[in-house]
């Protein structure tokens, strides 16, 4: 049955039972994108929003993660809390309290204030989300003067957009004074294909090193309704070449709004062989990037700090 008109649609649950990937990860792998839903009781879901989620909670995330062989994670600020962390707040005082290493990404409002700001780093959030997809985000104007406040802080703004709608990529995300992270490929129509100027432009501002792009949600890219997204391979293999230094992967855990089939964990790590299949490559991907990114602590060490 259809929603009413006036109502976010309701998403299904992530698969419940996933399955171990087919290759071994490196000790230390993180996961660069997830959410948790929590109890709409204690953590009410912003409004207006695009969609409703079921919840998806930290045990659950935590199982799917040692499953994958995942050490350590992010999670993101989705856009049905708008700019009230405090959902994935929660979860990362409870990791972090369990001495697991674990990051956030926050959404704040262009006024947000100082103190707020080093209240969430405290928390463990290292970033800063820009969502123009969905409601619930900061908007552009408000960018270039959080810039210099997160780059103060070795945080980096995280974007959401769609790369073929959004003007002038490479000058206006190239020339912030802050690290710049872009989710899901770019949320490019993978139909559209790499050749196109919009993809090439996300190309030309990964070479340059001042971006960083996460290997995530493919199902939103494509038409196909499961892996492995023959369509969006071509995507990913041009972002390894054109920069394998500034990528992340993401599982995209539990998977909210999306329009094909309910993919399985395993099966979504498995196409991360696929795009780089040498194992140099996937170390980059899952370990030393994300420490560089995120403040990790070098595997064998600890006390890594937000960046």
């Known amino acids: 049955m259809k929603a009413p008109p006036d109502e976010p649609s309701t998403c299904a649950p992530a698969d419940p039972t996933p399955r171990p990937p087919t290759f071994t990860l490196p000790a230390g792998a993180v996961d660069c994108h997830a959410h948790v839903f929590l109890d709409p009781r204690a953590f009410p879901f912003h409004q207006p929003r695009s969609y409703t989620p079921p919840p998806a909670l930290l045990e659950a995330y935590c199982a799917m993660h040692r499953t994958l062989g995942i050490a350590r994670g992010v999670l993101v600020q989705p856009s049905v809390y708008g700019d009230d962390n405090s959902a994935q707040a929660n979860a990362l005082v409870s990791l972090r309290g369990k001495g697991l290493d674990y990051r956030g990404v926050a959404v704040v409002r262009g006024n947000v204030t100082d103190v707020e700001l080093d209240r969430l780093g405290r928390i463990g ?3 800063v989300r820009l969502n123009l997809l969905f409601e619930g ?8 003067h959080l810039a210099s406040r997160l780059a103060e802080r070795n945080w980096h703004l995280q974007c959401l957009i769609d790369i073929s709608t959004f003007p002038r990529l490479t000058h206006r995300l190239g020339n912030l004074a802050v690290p710049v992270v872009i989710d899901h490929m770019g949320h490019f129509n993978a ?10 432009n996300l ?7 001042r971006a960083w792009v996460k290997l995530s949600g ?3 890219l494509t038409r196909q309704n499961h892996p492995p997204y023959s369509d969006v391979q071509p995507l990913a293999e041009a972002l390894v070449q054109a920069n394998p230094q500034r990528l992340v992967w993401g599982s995209d855990w539990p998977h909210p709004h999306i329009r094909g089939a309910m993919p399985n964990d395993g099966h979504l790590l498995d196409l991360l062989a696929g795009w780089a299949p040498d194992q140099a490559t996937r170390q980059a991907i899952l370990v030393s990037n994300p420490e560089a990114l995120y403040g990790f602590a070098p595997v064998g060490q600890k006390n890594g700090h937000c960046r």
Do not use: M, N
């Open 125 to 127: 959030f290292c970033g």
């Open 137 to 144: 985000g900061i908007a552009w104007a408000d960018v270039v």
């Open 191 to 200: 139909e559209k294909g790499a050749a196109h100027p919009s993809f090439q």
């Open 203 to 209: 190309l030309r501002l990964l070479d340059t090193g």
């Open 218 to 220: 493919a199902y939103r």
